[in-house]
């Protein structure tokens, strides 16, 4: 079951993020004040499906990878301290903000540079849950491989 959790869960937190962060992007480039307005307001309601979903991910990764001394391993739990802490500490607090302001309708330059400190925070936890995912498929692949070579 874990072995089942802990893709699905993890590709789904990495989906959200990047479609905020691209949604953020395009909207910013192309999007009217009120659709700006409407995206930062929407994002904090998907925490309730993003918060389970990277829960999910790390407590049954933390699982499966109990008593493995994997390099792989060891990274993907390095960056997910890196990803939680980025989350709880930057992102969350970031999106909070945003989604204020944008329902007072005040786009300011404090809302441009939480806006900017968000877009590279949320860059950066794209970039190591992408490199966790691309880890997870080496280390299962490899396991796969060795149990072919021994049969």
């Known amino acids: 079951m874990l072995k089942t959790i802990h893709p699905l869960a993890g590709a789904l937190a990495l989906f959200l993020i990047a479609s905020f962060w691209l949604s953020t992007v395009v909207v910013e480039l192309v999007g009217t004040p009120e659709q700006v307005a409407s995206l930062k307001m929407a ?33 993907k739990r390095k960056r997910m301290v890196v990803i939680a802490c980025n989350g709880v500490l930057v992102l969350m607090p970031s999106a909070i903000f945003l989604a204020l302001k944008a329902g007072e309708g005040a786009f300011d330059r404090s809302f441009y540079v939480v806006q900017t400190i968000e877009l590279i925070a949320g860059a950066v936890n794209i970039v190591l849950l ?18 072919n070579a021994k049969t």
């Open 43 to 75: 994002i904090p309601w998907f925490f309730l499906l993003l918060v389970p979903a990277m829960v999910a991910a790390g407590g049954s990764g933390q699982r499966l990878a109990a008593g493995w001394r994997n390099p792989r391993v060891d990274a």
């Open 130 to 147: 992408g490199l966790n995912m691309r880890d997870g498929l080496r280390m299962i692949c490899n396991r796969s491989a060795s149990r």
